[in-house]
């Protein structure tokens, strides 16, 4: 009898020595092969922690990519090479130099969702974890953040004593999600808490209850003794939240979907772990360049502040 798909990625997994690291957003047969499955924070901090040789990251190219600038000696494999974030694209390296020059104070926090030619114009990187947190440690006044405009405006309005200059880069997933949506899901479930992601516009982020990055909406849905909730993001989230609250119930906006993180199917897991291709390669000097912004994040996270 043929092995299934999933079996035969095990096989090779433990051949290979690697781990699979998948996101919150990925389909649930993705989610189900994984080693670990969080938000771009945590798959940061696993890439780091790991002892695999090689890692597959079931997600989109700027995770990859981190994962790789992190451990350049780690082979890192995307399963799908086209699967990108063009939120991540609308921020490039050049104009954002002329910006740096017209703000020669300013410090730039880019957000992870950036690719690496612009991280390594950054003083330090953040997620939609911990981009308040971030913001609010730097010592000047004027930060310049890059590229997403709703997670800016969220946290400019949470640290008011920063001036930040924000890039008009949006998430259409998220920046989609109409008032409308939420309102009628809350027509329709009226006791259920509505948790939006910070991507979300700011009037989608005013008629929630609470914004969080993906794995805040995890962790703060396993703890609430609310029973429904309506989850303003990638609908793949709701996967996660229900096999992990099998009492709970969780309504997604049923537009909100991420095509490129669909984009990895478990037959190009398996040829990739195969042929161990697509590989991340990036260049020396790019990685060492930036893998400063990214470092000086994860020192941060682990307490040993920079
Ligand atoms: P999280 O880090 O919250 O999982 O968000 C990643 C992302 O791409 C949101 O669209
Ligand atoms: Fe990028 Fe938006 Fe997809 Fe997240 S949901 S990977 S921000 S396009």
């Known amino acids: 009898m043929e092995k299934s798909l ?3 990625i095990l096989e090779l997994k433990k051949k290979h020595h690697a781990v699979i690291l998948a996101h919150n957003y990925q389909s649930p047969q993705i989610q189900d092969i994984a080693d670990f499955v969080g938000d771009s924070l945590d798959l940061s901090l696993k890439a780091m922690k790991t002892d695999a040789e090689i890692i597959v990251f079931c997600g989109v190219d700027f995770m990859a990519e981190s994962a790789k600038i992190l451990n350049p000696e780690k082979t890192v494999i995307l399963p799908d090479k086209t699967a990108n974030c063009p939120m991540a694209e609308m921020v490039d390296a050049e104009s954002l130099g002329w910006l740096k020059k017209e703000h020669p104070g300013a410090e730039v926090v880019a957000y992870i ?4 030619d612009v991280k390594a114009l950054a003083d330090i990187c953040c997620t939609s974890a911990n981009g308040v947190k971030i913001v609010k440690s730097r010592k000047a006044k004027k930060i310049i953040f890059v590229p997403d405009r709703n ?19 949006i998430c259409r997933t998220h920046h989609d999600i109409k008032k409308e949506d939420i309102i009628l899901l809350k027509k329709k479930h009226p006791h259920a808490e509505v948790l939006v992601h910070p991507e979300c516009q700011p009037e989608i982020i005013e008629l929630a209850d609470f914004a969080f990055s993906t794995n805040g909406m995890v962790t703060h849905a396993k703890t609430s003794p609310v029973k429904e909730f309506i989850i303003g993001t990638e609908k793949g989230l709701c996967y996660r939240l229900e096999k992990e609250n099998p009492d709970k119930k969780f309504y997604p906006v049923s537009s909100a979907v991420c095509p490129n993180m669909k984009k990895t199917t478990l037959e190009k897991v398996l040829k990739s772990m195969e042929t161990l291709k697509p590989k991340i390669n990036l260049s020396d000097d790019l990685m060492q360049k930036a893998r400063i912004p990214l470092q000086r994040m994860i020192d941060m996270e682990r307490g040993e502040k920079k």
């Open 151 to 169: 997670l800016g405006l969220f946290i400019q309005k949470q640290a008011p004593e920063k001036e930040m200059i924000l890039w008009p880069g």
């Open 113 to 116: 969702n950036t690719t690496a």
């Open 6 to 8: 999933p079996q035969q």
